[in-house]
């Protein structure tokens, strides 16, 4: 009887299992849980209030502007300073000596910020589609959108906290990537759907923005050349983001 309780536990995945306990401390710390949960979606609310004059030109354009302030707020951000905050206590230490292997930690401490902003985004997609009566035209294109701008932020927030010696200096050294997501995202939407430049979206965020909006508000043919660029570039960005953070990340603690 015994035996069999504890075995499926044991088959359990170790990034399941790390997830699991990541997700416990997330709950218990207030201002991880302010920067990854409200703050990102009290914002996508209020954008929906802001009429199609800010920000808003157009659905896509709306919901292009909200994936964006998930993935800068809750998962770039998140990642930063849970990172920062778990190898100041040493528990990145521990677990790289433990069985699990560096994918599986990755992926477990990823988890909880990307499948919270996953759930942030796919109620804000059906409140804003309810909202001004307009559903995407091309989903599986913001599904594409979401999961390399999830990997894209994760990489950023990984990259970060090779440089952050601790949860306070978070604040401090997510500016930059901010800024940068910041000016990929601004630049994109300062031009219409179609006529954004390749150079526009080569950087971090430009190309996401694009890919959201091409899904929105795309025709319903014909749309596979006008997606081709943006999503290349995308994942090219991204692919350019876990490299650098593979080679950067610090596992000891800093000095």
Do not use: C
């Amino acid at each position: 009887m015994s035996t069999n309780a504890v075995a499926p536990a044991r088959r359990r995945p170790h990034w399941w299992t790390l997830a699991v306990a990541e997700s416990r401390l997330i709950g218990r710390n207030r201002t991880v849980m302010a920067t990854i949960v409200i703050m990102p979606l009290v914002f996508g609310l209020m954008l929906m209030q802001s009429g199609r004059g800010f920000l808003a030109s157009s659905t896509g354009t709306l919901a292009a502007t909200q994936l964006g302030l998930l993935l800068m707020f809750g998962v770039f951000m998140g990642t930063t300073m849970t990172l920062a905050a778990r190898r100041e206590q040493l528990y990145l230490k521990r677990l790289r000596t433990s069985a699990a292997s560096t994918a599986s930690i990755v992926t477990g401490l990823a988890a909880p910020p990307v499948f919270i902003a996953l759930a942030q985004f796919a109620f804000l997609a059906v409140v804003t589609a309810w909202f001004w009566s307009s559903a995407p035209a091309h989903p599986e294109l913001l599904v594409l959108a979401f999961v390399v701008g999830a990997v894209t932020a994760v990489a950023l927030g990984f990259l970060t906290a090779s440089f952050t010696k601790n949860p306070e200096a978070a604040q401090i050294t997510v500016l930059p990537g901010m800024m940068l997501l910041m000016v990929g995202m601004g630049w994109a939407l300062v031009r219409p759907t179609g006529e954004v430049e390749w150079f526009q979206m080569a950087v971090p965020g430009g190309a996401v923005i694009e890919l959201v909006r091409a899904a929105w508000d795309g025709p319903a043919g014909g749309y596979a050349a006008a997606a081709a660029v943006p999503a290349l570039l995308a994942l090219a960005v991204s692919a350019v983001a876990v490299a650098l953070a593979a080679v950067l990340f610090r596992w000891q603690p800093r000095t």
